[in-house]
């Protein structure tokens, strides 16, 4: 993915004020006029969607050096709460000064595309994973997506409570479900890190 040059970033955010936001701290909240899009210069933030239904739906995870809330400029309030997973740092800038840089440089142009592309493939993905019923084949298939190594060793940078939460799972049915593979010689686990067996 095309990342933002330093010199764009630095241009757009480098004197704004830093935010500091405490863990489980919101930036914004469902149904706000959608006014900026932030930097995050250090921490995680999450994208949490409230449905009709009354559950809550987690959509995407930010983390250091990424552009949050890009979805702000095409749109009047914001679709999520941002809720921060860690303290967290950000800065801020205003749609219009935003939507002008973009219309001035299409370099940045395409690196927010290129940004926001990524995003929405992740989002399905996520849907789709949503939608297998068994929580085992749900897990196991995220873990093969997940896999950052040729050898399935997947190292979760999140507490596996966040990861339960993106899959629609309770903890304890996420749990159950990497039990239930780890007896059966699927995986093997050690804290965040989980190896696939049989993908050596």
């Keep these: 993915m095309t990342d933002f040059d330093n010199e764009s970033l630095e241009r757009l955010f480098g004197r704004r004020?830093?935010?500091?936001?405490?863990?489980?701290?919101?930036?914004?909240?469902?149904?706000?006029?959608?006014?900026?899009?932030?930097?995050?210069?250090?921490?995680?933030?999450?994208?949490?969607?409230h449905l009709a239904s009354g559950d809550r739906m987690s959509i995407h995870t930010g983390r250091t050096g990424e552009l949050f809330a890009e979805g702000a400029l095409f749109s009047d309030v914001y679709r999520c709460d941002a809720i921060a997973a860690?303290?967290?740092?950000?800065?801020?800038?205003?749609?219009?000064?935003?939507?002008?840089?973009?219309?001035d440089s299409p370099p940045t142009m395409l690196a927010l595309l290129e940004q926001v592309t990524h995003l929405l493939h992740h989002a399905r993905a996520m849907r789709e994973l949503r939608n297998i019923r068994s929580a085992d084949d749900r897990v196991l298939e995220h873990l093969c997506l997940s896999a950052s190594k040729d050898?399935?060793?997947?190292?979760?940078?999140?507490?596996?409570?966040?990861?339960?939460?993106?899959?629609?799972?309770?903890?304890?049915a996420y749990y159950r479900a990497l039990a239930t593979l780890a007896r059966a010689g699927t995986i093997r686990r050690m804290g965040r890190t989980i190896h696939q067996v049989g993908l050596t």
């Design 86 to 103: 860690e303290p967290t740092r950000v800065r801020a800038c205003g749609k219009a000064e935003m939507l002008a840089a973009i219309g």
């Design 17 to 49: 004020p830093v935010r500091k936001l405490a863990r489980g701290e919101r930036l914004f909240r469902q149904g706000e006029p959608a006014a900026a899009v932030y930097l995050i210069l250090r921490g995680r933030l999450r994208m949490v969607r």
């Design 151 to 172: 050898d399935g060793t997947v190292d979760f940078d999140r507490p596996l409570l966040e990861v339960a939460e993106d899959l629609g799972l309770t903890h304890e």
